[in-house]
């Protein structure tokens, strides 16, 4: 599909969603302003683990403006506990702790009062008696017997532990003349939105109806609000048109919504909780993956990679939800973008006395590709091969897409050499590394840093069926209803909220490049969760490729109805009526022709005047399936995970300053294909983003914690976001091969550069360490401890 | 207590606990939600408003500390309903944001910066947004917006035949 196919798709065209934001007047759930709103305050455990004796409301019941106090007994016996991904019945997960506590911060009650700072102020009156408990920080300590058990009645820390193997291993690493091994691991880092979490329900008696509004981006989260409280869904009304500040996966917000949908209904007035940051870090849903992985590579002197063994162990903290799911998505790009053959894995979830883990962009592929791409380098080192050069050898090639890998998906398109070679026009990689070495020769610890790495869009989480045998879901889709209203305008819906990502933008640009009428004629609205159509809602990459997919079918049945009605008032058959820019011509006879607004009155007022049989009026919907999607795994474990697959290659150069070991990005340089660009400045901020995100998790970001059990990065000077001082300029080279499996040809692009920064960040500062004979697979790398190390090897070497 | 705040231009007599920062006095009192809490301990940004003119975090500063002041927000610079400013403009422009939960303050810093600096260089602007964290964009289409701000309102105040 070439570019001078298209009127507005793939054109620098404004996001619509800016011009409310540069105002100030998105409406996030913050601004929501019920009358006789209370507030709410949490009441959190002080250890890492703990027995709750007792709960003393009385002091805190008689401070100013308070209305109630919420405990884990009361809220427990009146709801169920939250919906777990895994098959895991007795690791019950509740907003409040029930009778143990099980890690630093989590919530024990809940204060209700007239204002935020009269329930924080009473919060702090409530006597909880504790009695700590053992507790397990370290996931390989969670495995070993002798630990203390997270959950008693689930009789051991493992949540999960499951074997894939795919070829033949055994024999491609007895065939092999060089195996390697590595360990890598993953630091536990995350999201974190600038605006923390928030949630107002409001509960109506006569109409027996929770209104909820709240900051998300969660799957089917009306069925789990539901389900909790014990509520038909139909009872439950999630408001859509909340602006979400931020998510990145994230945003899940299920525990903070039964909480507050239970004190809504109970105390008979609207309830809100916005998280300050302090409970946010600690008990929201802030924390992201942490992930040790041990990697065994079987490769030939050629330094073609043959077979791999993985295994890949998470902390998913004290309860799960859907976090260790993220042990499932990477099974659908296992191999990265390189032809490894044959495949063993195995994926372990262990529960810990650490806050429990949330999803996060990427969902667990950016550490995969982290493992995956600090094993090229090693086998490229180890046979004194450029890393470069060895990717290039292992590459799937162009013209073998569709191309299926081990784990049973099948990648769609991608030409990942040219995407190289176009970087490398840019960038000259023998230039580079000539720089490189002069500032060695200079005596600078200088590295080169490549990645490359896929990003798996469109978000059929074939991953659920895989990982827990119960769950039979394949079904994975996104709607769209275009109406044309009986005046000739265009209201088009969307059903799911949005956290920065332009869908409101998307539908009018596809629509509009259907209609071939300016997009901004397409009004785009939200309904709320009852009147809308199925969302699967904006995680896994999906959107461009799911709801453009939705409202590019709404509109072609749309087209396709007006061109019919056209036809048969003008008395034509259908293939010789030619729709263009919204009026409809008879091919033999251009000058006999009906205009939009002739087609309007005919639809909606002129019923003598519709062929036989039509319904009137102009409203069209679409329910798009995900494409190349609808299968279950196969008995051994092999499936279709996501559709689309889009690449990046970052080429990095970077140099540590030997006395403090801060990394400073001299170059940064990205090749990125994700298909066709609905909106290149939406997928340019996006890769950005993803960019800044990478390096963040690759130096600074972690949730730390202390022997204690104490979670000791609990506020922005402890957790630290990249500021634009940290962000290079990055120049981003695009290309574009398009998936033959999409409406436009587009792929995902809302994990971009997040995917593949952390690998190139890790990789270039290990070739800077080189030199020195040391090495650092411990995310984030960061600057404490790689100033430590520097200084070590300089007093090994007598400097 | 009972104090008087000068905000947009306008003045207004609030009662309050006296510990009610500036930013929920905004929020809460005049309802000027542009103003957004992030991590209300002063490193995000994303609460900040002008106050004679000088970007600061309205997280960190007590309402009563604001009286005498004139306070800016993003409000106050919007010239119109559904007018854009050309700093507003400029970022619609480049699609310097995403979410937009950040963004006001950054227009706020956006707008102290250019006041003191038309001609700044891409490390003026680094600087100067530094104390704003975004974690949507990775900062290069807001620094670029900045930039074509400085050029655009440079080029408004020359005389036609001047302009480029």
């Known amino acids: 599909m070439s570019e001078s196919h298209f009127r507005y798709v793939a054109s620098n065209r404004r996001v619509r969603e800016d011009r409310r934001f540069v105002a100030g007047k998105g409406q996030y759930v913050a601004d929501i302003d019920l009358p006789e709103t209370r507030h709410v305050a949490l009441v959190t455990c002080p250890h890492a683990a703990a027995r709750i004796k007792s709960i003393d409301k009385r002091a805190a019941l008689k401070m100013p403006g308070v209305h109630y106090i919420l405990d884990g007994a009361e809220l427990a016996a009146a709801t169920v506990p939250l919906m777990t991904g895994l098959d895991t019945p007795n690791v019950p997960r509740r907003p409040l702790a029930l009778e143990i506590a099980r890690y630093s911060g989590e919530w024990v009650a809940a204060v209700v009062a007239d204002t935020r700072a009269l329930a924080e102020d009473a919060a702090e009156e409530v006597n909880v008696d504790y009695e700590p408990l053992p507790f397990v920080l370290d996931a390989e300590q969670a495995l070993e017997k002798a630990s203390p058990l997270v959950h008693e009645a689930h009789g051991s820390n493992v949540l999960l532990d499951k074997t894939f193997v795919w070829g033949e291993v055994d024999k491609d690493f007895a065939e092999a003349p060089h195996k390697l091994k590595l360990r890598v691991k993953w630091g536990r880092s995350a999201t974190v939105p600038i605006e923390t979490f928030g949630v107002v329900a409001s509960w109506d008696p006569w109409r027996d109806m929770l209104d909820v509004w709240a900051s998300i981006q969660m799957p089917r989260f009306p069925d789990q609000v539901g389900a909790a409280l014990k509520l038909p869904v139909s009872s439950v009304r999630l408001h859509h048109d909340v602006d979400v500040g931020g998510s990145y996966g994230v945003k899940r917000g299920i525990k903070h919504t039964v909480l507050c949908g239970y004190l809504a209904r109970r105390l008979g007035f609207p309830v809100r909780l916005i998280e300050d940051r302090l409970e946010n870090m600690r008990g929201g849903d802030a924390h992201g993956p942490e992930r040790l992985f041990d990697v065994e590579v079987a490769y030939d002197d050629n330094g073609i990679v043959r077979s791999m063994k993985m295994r890949a162990l998470e902390n998913v903290g004290a309860y799960a939800g859907r976090s260790p799911f993220q042990l499932g998505k990477p099974i659908g790009s296992i191999v990265g973008p390189y032809k490894i053959k044959s495949v063993q894995y195995r994926a372990v979830a262990v529960v810990t006395n650490k806050t429990t883990q949330e999803a996060v962009r990427g969902f667990g592929q950016g550490p995969t590709n982290v493992a995956l791409e600090r094993m090229m380098d090693e086998v490229a080192h180890a046979l004194g091969l450029d890393p470069l050069e060895v990717r290039r050898r292992n590459l799937i090639r162009a013209e073998e897409f569709p191309y299926t890998i081990p784990s049973g998906t099948a990648y769609d398109s991608g030409d990942y050499e040219t995407v190289i070679a176009k970087v490398l026009a840019d960038t000259p990689y023998e230039a580079l590394k000539k720089q490189r070495d002069a500032l060695r020769a200079q005596g600078q610890l200088a590295g080169i840093g490549i990645a490359a790495c896929l990003e798996p869009s469109g978000g059929n989480a074939s991953f659920e069926a895989l990982l827990n045998p119960k769950i039979t879901t394949s079904t994975f889709m996104d709607s769209c209803r275009i109406n044309v209203d009986g005046a000739g305008t265009i209201t088009a819906t969307m059903h799911t909220t949005s956290s920065g990502q332009g869908h409101e933008t998307l539908v009018g640009t596809v629509i509009g490049e259907v209609l071939q009428v300016d997009p901004e004629l397409v009004r785009v609205m939200r309904p709320d969760s009852l009147t809308s159509l199925p969302s699967g809602t904006p995680v896994g990459s999906r959107m461009a490729i799911m709801l453009g997919g939705a409202a590019f079918h709404a509109a072609q049945k749309l087209k396709t109805k007006l061109t019919t009605i056209a036809a048969h008032d003008l008395g034509i058959p259908f293939d010789r009526a030619v729709y263009e820019q919204g009026y409809v011509y008879d091919r033999n006879a251009p000058q006999n022709r009906r205009t939009w607004a002739d087609l309007v009155t005919i639809a909606h007022r002129n019923m003598h005047r519709m062929p036989p049989g039509f319904e009137p009026g102009l409203a069209e919907t679409h329910i798009y399936p995900v494409p190349n999607g609808g299968k279950l795994p196969t008995a051994d474990g092999r499936v279709q995970m996501y559709p689309c697959f889009s690449f990046e290659f970052h080429l990095v150069l970077l140099v540590i300053d030997p006395d403090l070991g801060l990394p400073r990005i001299l170059r940064y340089r990205l090749g990125h294909d994700c298909g066709t660009q609905i909106n290149p400045k939406i997928v340019r901020g996006m890769t950005m983003g993803g960019i800044a995100h990478g390096i963040g998790a690759a130096l600074f970001e972690e949730f730390a914690y202390n022997d204690e059990g104490q979670l000791i990065a609990q506020s922005f000077m402890d957790y630290l976001l990249p500021s634009a001082h940290e962000v290079p300029a990055v120049k981003i080279i695009d290309h574009e091969t398009p998936s033959p499996l999409t409406v436009l040809g587009q792929k995902g692009s809302g994990e971009s550069g997040y995917l593949g920064a952390p690998a190139a960040m890790a990789n270039a500062i290990n070739d800077a360490l080189r030199p020195l004979g040391i090495s650092l697979n411990t995310l984030p790398l960061k600057v404490s401890k790689l100033g430590d190390m520097i200084a070590d090897a300089h007093a090994k070497a007598g400097k | ?164």
Do not use: W
Request: one cysteine or more; hydrophobic letters at 40%; a negative charge.
């Open chain 2, 1 to 164: 207590m009972r104090i008087k705040l000068s905000v947009n231009g306008g003045e207004h007599a609030l009662d309050m606990e006296p510990r009610t920062t500036l930013l929920d006095a905004l929020r809460d009192h005049l309802k000027l939600t542009g103003a957004h809490a992030g991590c209300e301990h002063g490193v995000c940004g994303a609460c900040t408003v002008l106050l004679d003119g000088v970007a600061v975090r309205s997280c960190l500063i007590f309402a009563p500390q604001a009286e005498g002041s004139a306070i800016t927000t993003i409000e106050g610079v919007t010239p119109g309903p559904g007018e854009l400013s050309p700093i507003q403009d400029v970022f619609c422009e480049t699609h310097g944001m995403q979410c937009g939960y950040c963004t006001p303050a950054m227009i706020l810093t956006a707008h102290a910066l250019l006041a003191g600096n038309p001609e700044p260089t891409r490390d003026d602007i680094v600087e100067a947004i530094s104390g704003n964290i975004c974690r949507c964009t990775g900062y290069a289409q807001i620094v670029e917006a900045i930039a074509l701000a400085a050029e655009r309102m440079r080029g408004a105040n020359r005389p036609m035949e001047l302009r480029k």
